[in-house]
């Protein structure tokens, strides 16, 4: 089963590999965001469960992710920055209370690649929003 819109399916019950090495996502649009000045918003509606975008960025180790002077949350070895280069889901928002992605780590053809699945429905023109891992209320 799948979801059709802006030209593509979107499916809703394939292997997640496989959803990220073909890029099969439902449209996402940027916009002012009541949450933090930009967000990402649904352009279609997307099922539960459904691959919503994949986080991009450089790749740095911790050693060049200090020189550059900025505060990162990351793993033991590496960081992956998307000030420079990456796509619209670097402006996905933190909520605790409203989330609604889920994001996994995934292991494709090799490479490790952060991938984001809805975790309910999602209408068009909602604000897509995830847990970043942080103590702190918001």
């Not at 030209?7 to 019950?13: P, Q």
């Amino acid at each position: 089963s799948g979801l059709s819109g802006g030209g593509t399916t979107v499916r809703t019950r394939c292997c997640r590999n496989v959803q990220l090495q073909e890029g099969l996502r439902p449209r996402l649009l940027l916009g002012p965001s009541a949450a933090h000045e930009l967000g990402v918003f649904a352009g279609e509606e997307v099922a539960e469960g459904a691959f919503v975008g994949e986080y991009t960025g450089e790749v740095l180790s911790l050693t060049e992710a200090r020189s550059r002077g900025r505060t990162y949350d990351a793993a033991d070895t590496v960081v992956l920055d998307a000030m420079y280069c990456g796509n619209r889901t670097k402006f996905i928002n933190h909520s605790v209370a409203s989330s609604n992605l889920e994001v996994k780590l995934l292991s494709v053809c090799g490479d490790i690649r952060v991938a984001s699945f809805a975790t309910s429905a999602l209408r068009p023109g909602e604000e897509l929003f995830f847990h970043y891992g942080y103590t702190e209320s918001g």
